[in-house]
């Protein structure tokens, strides 16, 4: 079987490793091919490298602070719960202007794309209602672990949250199911920081990919049929 062949990508990655791990990898495994970078793929990894680490430093520690949100325990010694207490700065002129850039910041977009891929389009990209609660219902259970087991006020929740994102229209189109998870981050990050919002997004990919898809597939139709 042949190797797949390696992209710029995944050369910039190896990039990272320590050099000396690079060299022990050269040597145990014969097979892997060499990459060859041009001097204008040098100068580009030379420069991004060290905000590459700076970056993914920052996600780390957000992933850390971030944490606490999908704990069950997280409401227990708070005035309000967290989905109910909002912050006033974060609608500062600062602020407001710092999330709408967000948006449209690359890095936050391709992590929003990432996560978009649970939702399953129909051949003329359109986002049914079943589909569109299928996966949101597991959000729900990660997020809303104070009413898990209020499946009435689950269906209430869901339902209110396609309505509310598919503005009557009975499917959604990508781009708006892109306006409705950022949304998402945008009200449960704490901060207005790029490494929260691509760090929510992490997080929540490793906690989804957790859950048992049986369960949620039966819980769905439990839910909506009560």
Do not use: C
């Amino acid at each position: 079987m042949q190797n797949k062949e390696i992209s710029f990508e995944d050369s910039l990655r190896q990039s990272q490793l320590p050099q000396q791990q690079k060299q022990s990898k050269k040597k145990t495994s014969k097979q892997d091919k060499q990459v060859k970078f041009t001097d204008e793929e040098i100068k580009i990894i030379e420069m991004l490298t060290p905000q590459v680490k700076q970056q993914q430093q920052a996600i780390k520690i957000a992933n850390g602070k971030l944490d606490f949100l999908f704990d069950g325990s997280r409401d227990v010694n708070l005035v309000k719960p967290y989905h109910e207490d909002g912050d006033e700065n974060m609608y500062s002129k600062e602020n407001i202007t710092k999330r709408r850039k967000l948006k449209s910041d690359p890095e936050v977009v391709q992590s929003i794309e990432a996560f978009m891929s649970h939702y399953q389009f129909d051949i003329n990209n359109k986002l049914i209602k079943e589909n569109y609660l299928k996966t949101h219902i597991r959000l729900a259970y990660l997020l809303r672990k104070d009413v898990e087991e209020d499946k009435e006020e689950i269906k209430f929740l869901l339902l209110e949250d396609w309505e509310h994102d598919s503005k009557g229209n009975g499917f959604m189109t990508k781009a708006e199911l892109f306006d409705s998870l950022f949304e998402l981050v945008d009200t449960w990050t704490p901060d207005a920081e790029k490494s929260e919002y691509i760090g929510f997004f992490e997080l929540l990919e490793q906690k989804y990919k957790r859950q048992q898809d049986e369960k949620f597939e039966q819980l769905y139709y439990e839910i909506m049929e009560s």
